[in-house]
């Protein structure tokens, strides 16, 4: 497959944000492009619908996540209202090895999520149409995961009741941000420690042509997540702790 100078670009700025991309990676990522715009006409997967935009504000914005996780081949990663992919899908794209569990409680969403992984012949990944509270109470998934992420999904200290039951002790959250972080991160620390975390770290991320900073908040599993975390479903966010 010929890749355009758009697809070059876009290279280069991975390259930018410490990221390698082989020939092969960006024809999956030319491919991803391809079937979100298609499938998007069909339903609402995303309001980014210009194909430059694509490429920033989700597949090197989802890349930019690998600046503070490192190598991820070997690891397992749990995407939780992944919706259209991100951040999951560019880093597994990225990294062959991971494991990735893609959760999506929309099953419309969860039909496309597979539709991309099949054409794109990507193993090691599954896609769960199911809540996050629910799953982190399943012997299968609490406390399972070296890694728990989420982007745009809700505050942070709601995102830690969410994402520290999945981990094991000794893995990792990341939660994707904007404006406002320092404050969520004021008011998640109490709960973040309650739910077996230690105290955030903050990295900070500019994409290619963007004034706007974004940021990659980071908590390690230090301790179990009491039995009573995650609440039912709804409950997080309706009381957050």
Known sequence: MKLSSDWTEFSQSAERLGVSLTAHQLAQFAQYQALLLEWNERMNLTAVRQ????????????????????????????????GAGFPGLPLKILFPQLKLILVESVAKKGQFLQ???????????????????????????????????????????????????????????????GEGVHQEIENAVDAIKLLGGSAPELGEVTLPEREQVHYLVMVEKVADTPAKYPRRVGVPSKRPL
């Open 115 to 177: 539709a991309v992984i099949d054409a794109l012949v990507l193993d090691k990944v599954t896609v769960l149409t199911e809540r996050a509270e629910l799953l982190g109470q399943s012997p299968q998934h609490r406390q399972q995961y070296d890694w728990a992420v989420a982007r745009a999904v809700a505050e942070l200290r709601v995102l830690a009741e969410y994402l520290l039951p999945l981990c094991r002790v000794g893995g990792k959250i990341l939660a994707q941000k």
């Open 51 to 82: 194909p430059a935009e694509i490429r920033v504000r989700h597949f090197l914005d989802a890349l930019s996540c690998a600046r503070m996780m490192g190598d991820l081949n070997g690891r397992s990663l749990i995407d939780v209202g992944t």
